[in-house]
Nanobody
Framework: QVQVVESGGGLVQAGGSLRLSCAAS?????MAWFRRAPGKEREFVSA???????YYTDSVKGRFTISRDSAKNTVYLQMNSLKPEDTAIYYC???????????????????WGQGTQVTVSS
């Protein structure tokens, strides 16, 4: 089973930036970021498909950028103009086979990381 490990979380002031990384131990197809804010359900943030197609949830468009280094089996999430409402645990997820499916659906992902905390202070 391929494992994914997140890094790069931390505490930042509103308007600041953070870069999350997610390293996979083997080959992956689609990779995504989800987050769970206190008292809320896990929600989709962004994904990059096997062919390079990119998806974002509306609340992060224009502020977050997902990218991928396939040679390193690593995906990144550059987060700019952070807001207090971005505070959450951020999880990386990966599919281990090609899936022509809704990349916003958490159930299509086979491997999940433990999460990294992002806290944005006002």
């Amino acid at each position: 089973q391929v494992q994914v490990v997140e890094s790069g979380g931390g505490l930042v002031q509103a308007g600041g930036s953070l870069r999350l990384s997610c390293a996979a131990s083997g080959r992956t197809f689609s990779m995504a970021w989800f987050r769970r804010a206190p008292g809320k359900e896990r929600e989709f943030v962004s994904a990059i498909g096997w062919t390079g197609t990119i998806y974002y949830t509306d609340s992060v468009k224009g502020r977050f950028t997902i990218s991928r280094d396939s040679a390193k089996n690593t995906v990144y999430l550059q987060m700019n103009s952070l807001k207090p409402e971005d505070t959450a645990i951020y999880y990386c997820a990966a599919t281990l086979s090609y899936k022509a499916a809704n990349h916003r659906d958490k159930d299509i992902y086979d491997s999940w990381g433990q999460g990294t905390q992002v806290t944005v202070s006002s």
